[in-house]
């Protein structure tokens, strides 16, 4: 690992203070790779905050250009950014608050072999997109390549959270939690609304649970996490892997 | 006996009401849902066979066939998709 120039002793200072973190754990997160699949309200909560604390080398991807309605919630863009690619938009906020860490852009949808070729060459992954679909594909890509997955979720006043990482024998993956079978959409933001501050307070702890990972602190598994803003709750819920699981039941236990 | 059921995102509006104590003598989760879905209406669609929702008993994610004693609390959720 290559020593911290006084720059970056300062910049990180505060996460050095941390003794979880200390200059071990900035180094790792400096040496680190994360993949963040979708650059909206919670993409960019992630982004931002993933750039800042200096994890070295981050990759978005978002296929969506930046409206007017998106300025509501979605906080690395801004006016400026009205007609732009989502990832292209993000990156620039990301670099001009971090100049220090790379951030490489993917303007396009990820799937079937890209998403397995981005998810593998990754440390970590978090699923920020907006939809069922993708969220299945993200989570198969995870546990074939064995790569920990942060999803995170938000629409109207709730919003899910969940670590998976199949690296670990009991840890469950996301179809364990929701099979893929079925009808279960949401719906687009557009017809059934989102708090503003939701996707944030969804995203950072999307933020919070990555960058543990990549500075090896230990990270909760097998857990949902329910938040009710209007409850202003939080719950948890056991999730324990299913034994029939089509997507990791397979898996070898654990062994790297 | 008495279970407390709990309803999350969507389910919550769906059904208008975030929790309800029901007297029931539903033997496992399916007997339960079974229960509920013969309100009709949007118990009937949310809770149908092709929807997507989990259930967790006592905060711990369960099947169908687990098994329900008094002073349950029952929980159950969509996933949410959003972004």
């Known amino acids: 690992m290559t020593e911290l120039s006084d720059q970056a002793l300062l910049r990180y200072s505060r996460h050095i203070l941390l003794p979880e973190l200390d200059i071990a754990g900035q180094q790792a997160l400096l040496g680190a790779r994360a993949l963040i699949v979708g650059a909206g309200g919670l993409g960019s909560p992630v982004a931002l905050y993933l750039a800042s604390a200096g994890v070295g080398q981050l990759t978005i991807a978002d296929d969506d250009v930046v409206e007017l309605t998106n300025l509501q919630r979605q906080i690395a863009h801004d006016k400026a950014s009205l007609g732009r690619n989502k990832a292209e938009s993000a990156a620039a906020r990301m670099l001009a608050m971090n ?34 679909a993708t969220r299945h ?56 609304g989102v708090l503003a501050p ?25 857990r949902l996490t329910l938040y009710d803003a209007l409850e202003s709750s939080f719950r948890s819920m056991k999730v324990p892997r299913d034994p029939a699981c089509p997507v990791c039941s397979g898996r070898s236990s654990g062994s790297e | 006996m008495k279970l407390n059921l709990l309803y999350f995102a969507r389910l919550k509006d769906a059904f208008g009401r975030d929790h ?52 349950d609390e029952v929980a159950i959720f969509p996933p949410v998709t959003g972004g």
């Open chain 2, 20 to 71: 309800e104590t029901l007297e029931s003598d539903a033997a496992s989760v399916g007997a339960l849902l079974a229960e509920l879905r013969a309100r009709g209406g949007a118990w009937a669609d949310e809770l149908a066979e092709g929807r997507v929702f989990r259930v967790a008993l006592n905060q711990e994610l369960a099947t169908v066939d687990s098994g329900l004693a008094a002073g």
């Open chain 1, 99 to 132: 100049p220090e860490v790379a951030v490489r852009v993917i303007g396009e949808r990820l799937a079937g072999q890209s998403l397995a070729d981005e998810v593998a060459r990754h440390d970590v992954v978090l699923d920020c997109s907006d939809n069922f």
């Open chain 1, 137 to 192: 594909a993200v989570n198969r890509a995870c546990v074939a390549a064995g790569v920990p997955l942060v999803s995170g979720a938000a629409v109207r006043f709730d919003g899910q959270l969940a670590v998976f990482d199949t690296r670990q024998p009991a840890s469950p993956c996301y179809h364990c939690l929701f099979p893929e079978e079925g009808e279960a959409n949401d719906g687009p933001c557009a017809t059934f």
């Open chain 1, 198 to 222: 939701l996707v944030g307070v969804i995203g950072s702890l999307q933020a919070v649970e990555a960058i543990k990972l990549l500075a090896g602190i230990p990270v909760a598994l097998g």
